[in-house]
């Protein structure tokens, strides 16, 4: 038995011309189920237009009735006695666990499908097996559905290989008017869901309340009754659109039944057209989709004088918000699980720097052409970074993300001989060329880095004065070296020694001096 999209595609290629074998590769189907649809066409009399016209399932009725079916002559099961079983107080069995138990008693019995089947006509016969519907008022601009086409298509020709690829069709749709937007794009990942989303709302023009996705993967990372975790990327897309991501409830089909509805009536009115014709690009192929959503979109409703673009117009559209400035711009993204030790994590070669108390914590890197952003596992930024494509320097560092030890390493290690010169000239003459010699005295100006820094450092807390007389008597006994500066300071006693080096002021009668103003 095939199905409707087979059977009525077959029909419409054979009546196009196409040759039979076209027909066979592009459903699947052998010469024999090929003559046997278009032999029962015939025979049937109904044009093509009208058997489109017709529920799905009377079309695989009318061209494989139920009577030819072959079925089994096994006496039914005892439906009676398996559902007052599920329906007990307090039981947990279901319809699996009777087919299981009906298949050990019955070896020879129905299968599982057949089985359920069954039951569940018995059900719909004796318990109505209607669910009823709840009425849902639909507010204008309120939501906008989104979903994949479920139908892949074979629609792309490779121009250098030869080979068909299926295309994935991404669709939106609005609450009130069900405008359509649908776009093809090579998969179903994340960048091209993102792009197909952003291509919507500038197809409407303007911004929906919320924006209502499946549970696909591309867009939740968590959804149950109690917790609700959007995917990081359509995320930042809420944000920009000023939008609230509402998925329906996780395996509920139910909670978006417009779009769902749209969804097959695209594999029918979309794909089916579609099937046509092949194409050598994308650019061809969302150009004739363009075209065809455009006709579905201004088709009036079945006994409405009004289409969709009319209902957009008139209810949706001046209920929606204004498009936020500027383009959504798409990030890559690269998560990761503990920021190293280091705290820096890696992107396109490039190391980028946090706060160093993130060091084991989940980050979240999103790299643009120009800018490097990093956010906490909840999405939140932490930093940015101006992004690097130089080859070096590998390491981009913030001071301000470095613990204190690591900062006066660096503060040391970056300086040259001029700054601690200048730093001493500061002092006094003494320090200056106590540090001058300091500097000379190893075979390499870097070597001597640590001694002075060490000194300068130890001078900070004592007056310049004694600094001064310290660097002296290093002078005197020509031992310019960390280890007889540091000795020499212990020896004297910083408070008999002078504020200042003598000399550093002219004695003069209008200076008061420190015991005027005791």
Not at 145 to 150: C, F, N, P, R
Not at 192 to 197: A, M, P, V
Not at 293 to 320: H, I, T, W
Request: aromatic share 12%; glycine share 6%.
């Amino acid at each position: 038995m095939q199905d409707y999209n087979t059977i009525i595609g077959s029909i419409q290629m054979r009546l196009n011309g196409c040759q039979t074998r076209s027909v066979m590769d592009r459903y699947k189907i052998g010469s024999g189920t090929l003559n046997l649809i278009m032999s029962r066409y015939h025979a049937n009399g109904i044009p093509i237009e009208e058997l489109r016209m017709m529920a799905p399932k009377e079309v695989e009725n009318l061209f494989y009735p139920q009577k030819n079916l072959q079925r089994k002559d096994v006496p039914l099961p005892d439906f009676q006695y398996y559902y007052d079983r599920i329906h007990a107080p307090g039981s947990r069995m279901n319809i699996s666990f009777c087919w299981l138990d009906y298949k050990e008693k019955n070896p020879d019995g129905y299968e599982k499908s057949q089985f359920y089947e069954y039951f569940n006509r018995f059900i719909a016969e004796n318990y109505g097996g209607q669910k009823v519907s709840m009425a849902v008022n639909r507010i204008p601009g309120e939501k906008m559905y989104i979903d994949w086409v479920g139908d892949q298509p074979e629609l792309l020709t490779d121009t250098e290989t030869g080979e068909i690829k299926k295309v994935h069709i991404f669709a939106t749709t609005l609450g009130v008017s069900s405008l359509i937007y649908a776009e093809a794009f090579p998969n179903e990942k994340l960048p091209c869901f993102i792009e197909g989303c952003a291509h919507a709302v500038s197809f409407y023009g303007a911004v929906t309340k919320y924006f209502v996705p499946d549970n696909l993967r591309t867009a939740v990372t968590k959804h149950t009754k109690d917790e609700l975790i959007l995917q990081s990327t359509f995320a930042d897309l809420e944000d920009f659109y000023e939008t609230i991501v509402l998925p329906p409830p996780a395996r509920k089909p139910k909670g978006k039944p417009t779009v769902e509805n749209h969804v097959r009536y695209l594999e029918i009115h979309l794909v089916e057209k579609l099937k046509e014709k092949m194409y050598v690009s994308f650019e061809d192929l969302n150009a004739e989709i363009k075209k065809i959503v455009a006709v579905l979109n201004k088709r009036s409703f079945q006994g409405k004088d009004f289409s969709r673009q009319d209902a957009f117009e008139k209810y949706d559209k001046p209920c929606m918000k204004p498009l936020p400035g500027g383009c959504y711009t798409a990030c890559d993204y690269k998560a990761f699980l503990k920021v190293p030790n280091n705290y820096h994590i890696e992107y396109d070669g490039h190391y980028y720097s946090v706060l160093y108390s993130y060091c084991g914590k989940p980050a979240i890197l999103k790299a643009t052409a120009s800018e490097i952003r990093i956010c906490d596992q909840y999405n939140r930024l932490i930093c940015t970074h101006k992004r690097s494509y130089r080859e070096f320097p590998l390491y981009i560092t913030v001071d301000e993300h470095m613990p204190p030890e690591h900062l006066y390493y660096k503060e040391v290690n970056s300086k040259d001989g001029n700054y601690y010169r200048r730093w001493a000239s500061a002092i006094g003459p003494a320090m200056s060329e106590l540090i001058d010699r300091l500097l000379k005295s190893s075979k390499h100006e870097e070597q001597s880095y640590n001694a002075c820094a060490g000194i300068l450092h130890k001078v900070k807390t004592i007056p310049k004065g004694a600094a001064e007389e310290v660097a002296r008597k290093c002078i005197e006994i020509n031992s310019c070296k960390y280890f007889t500066f540091k000795q020499m300071l212990k020896k004297i006693d910083v408070k008999e020694l002078p504020e200042h080096s003598p000399g550093t002021l002219p004695n003069h009668e209008n200076i008061r001096g420190k015991d005027y103003y005791k």
